[in-house]
């Protein structure tokens, strides 16, 4: 299937701080998803994108699609410790009927 | 509106076991998605139901199977249990798929 590589795999930082994650695909998509996990829990919709270069907000998380449309980026400003968790990129396949996923960012946030 | 109910939360079965996961979509949703997670592999995508019809099928072997009923509830069945089926296995359910998943809690199964 569709190989979505994110990156870093994890980030340990102070509350406070701004943080930047990508992914990206050795091919085409469309539309750009970003979901967060809580441990325990399933994956939760943050950010939805659907077109080349358009930035979108959602608080202090801001997601961006690439020109290329190969790659994405989420950044979020001054963390606080709720925002611990692991951070997904996602994609659509060619027939919309299935979403690849990224290998995922560990975030962990000390306070 | 409730989100999307997976049950059972927790689960623990013996080799060569099978077992039944359920799914109960957001109302009104008529896509059901399966995925399974695990530390090693992330989201791996096991099937997609669309009003009772399997649309797309990830690659995994045919010990798991799914299905959907016609009020969109969705299980899948896992056969012959191995130890590496032991997993996170998530449902998501969805009107427009280009508009994202909404995902259950995941039922978290553990074979021995």
């Known amino acids: 299937g569709q190989q979505l590589n994110q990156s870093p795999q994890s980030m340990f930082i102070q509350e406070g701080e701004d943080v930047s994650m990508n992914c990206t695909s050795s091919?085409?998509?469309?539309?750009w998803l970003w979901y967060k996990q809580d441990p325990g829990e399933g994956p939760v919709l943050l950010i939805a994108?659907?077109?080349?270069?358009e930035l979108t907000s959602n608080g202090r998380l801001t997601a961006q699609f690439g020109i290329t449309r190969k790659d994405s980026f989420l950044n979020i400003s001054a963390s606080i410790p709720s925002d611990v968790g692991i951070y997904f990129c996602?994609?659509?396949?060619?027939?919309?009927?299935?979403?690849?996923f990224g290998t995922g960012t560990s975030l962990t946030v000390i306070p | 509106k409730a989100g999307v109910t997976q049950t059972p939360r927790y689960l623990i079965k013996t080799r060569g076991q099978q077992v039944t996961l359920s799914c109960s979509p957001i109302?009104?949703?008529?896509?059901v998605s399966w995925y399974q997670q695990t530390p090693g592999q992330g989201l791996q995508f096991l099937f997609e139901?669309?009003?009772?019809?399997?649309?797309n099928k990830g690659n995994f072997p045919g010990r798991f199977s799914g299905r959907q009923f016609s009020n969109s509830r969705s299980e899948m069945n896992v056969s012959t249990l191995e130890l590496g089926d032991s997993a996170l296995y998530l449902c998501?359910?969805?009107?427009?798929?280009?508009?994202?998943?909404?995902f259950g809690s995941g039922t978290r199964l553990t074979v021995v």
């Open positions: 998501a359910s969805s009107t427009l798929q280009a508009n994202g998943y909404t």
């Open positions: 091919s085409i998509f469309n539309t």
């Open positions: 994108l659907y077109k080349a270069g």
């Open positions: 996602a994609g659509p396949s060619n027939t919309g009927n299935q979403f690849y």
């Open positions: 109302s009104g949703h008529r896509s």
């Open positions: 139901y669309f009003s009772e019809t399997q649309r």
